[in-house]
């Protein structure tokens, strides 16, 4: 709560001549590049105070930094969220992994931070920015640069931390959990990492003529994507702008063929709705909940400089409403969704009919089956035999719905 506090009060203060500073720093520290040193650890060892040295080599190549030594070799990748692996899986902290992860690299780093204006602010010769772990300081001269943030510590109680950069070396300090570590890097020549392959942004499975599930991992949700002849059908548009390119740009790359899109909208949520912008922007027409058109309209035209736009074409999805040929049905179930007030089920009958319910339904790896509400009693005449579930990742795409009518309390 603090962390969003603070940014709504930077917003206030921001303007672009802080991003100018950074950007401005970045030029002259693009030759500041750090490969060889040593981490110094302390936390972990055989008797309190005791601290382990690590000899350590940052690789790096566009937007992935690999860190190679004693006892660790991981990359992090830095481009739709952050990264860690291999294998890839999303780091919780963004914009800690990013500053203390490109810190070989202080020019990515200003860059990106300079991306984000309304997270800046001046204060006398220095820049405060916003992030993760609540207020840095950032000051930056022609012979050397620092980022220094204090942070209550449980354990080893307030604790300074901090990166510094002359042209010859990189000093960090930073307190983790249960450990501290300072890093120091000595200047070198540029180290090319052997990355492997970037996450998908999307991943795609076929599960009928016609019929995709398109895995999105960085929001931990599928959804599901409807082609018949020269129409095609995508089931809600989750979590960003970024996110909804990258769903058109794979929807479209599957079916070149068609030339009338619509999306369904299940529910309010961003997490289902965050990226429709893009498909708006492409002349796409969207369906939603009589309830939701008003304000989903207002969410749409909304000016955000920073992201696609366009005149919304907004359709309401009642029950009995079909697409495709009567290939897919839309059913308002609401209350019976035990999630939201107003919320859209789609029957689609490609291959074996398939209800697609959002995040009302899942299959545990266990095998356990739950559901929100009761929704699978009250499909009027609908007879599914497969139920799409769209969260999280962990369990199938598909599960039989005389499961999902047996999980109804």
Partial sequence: MMYHSLLFGLAALAGPDEAARLDAAAARMDAWVYTDGVVHHEGHGPRPGHVRDLPVRIE??????????????????????????????????????????????????????????????????DVLWGFSDGLARIHLTEDDAWVRWEVAHPVFGPVTQELRWTPERLVASIAEADTRWTLELQRGEPVSASCPDPPARVEVTRLEDGLYALAVPEADSRVLLAVHGTEGVLFDAPLSSAVGEALWETATGLAPDVRTWSVVVSHHHPHYTGGLRPWVAHGATVFVHPELKGWLHDQLVAPRPLEPGGRPKLK????????????????????????????????????????????????????????????????????????????PLAGPARFPFAEARAAVP
């Fill in 316 to 391: 309401v999805a009642r029950t009995g409403t079909s697409l495709l040929d009567g290939l897919v049905e839309l059913r308002a179930i609401d209350g019976a969704s035990g999630h939201t007030d107003a919320f859209v089920v789609s029957l689609v009958k490609l291959g074996p009919p398939t209800v697609y319910v959002a995040d009302l339904g899942r299959r545990r790896a266990d095998g356990e089956v739950r559901v929100r509400g009761t929704w699978p009693t009250d499909l009027g005449s609908w007879e599914p035999e497969w139920v799409f579930s769209g969260f």
């Fill in 60 to 125: 790096a190549d566009g937007d992935c930094v690999r860190w190679v030594g004693e006892g660790w070799d991981e990359a992090v990748y830095f481009g739709h969220g952050v990264w860690i692996g291999p294998p890839w899986e999303p780091s919780p902290a963004p914009d800690r992994e990013r500053l203390v992860r490109w810190a070989a690299r202080p020019s990515l780093w200003l860059r990106w931070a300079a991306r984000e204006p309304q997270r800046l602010a001046a204060d006398g010769e």
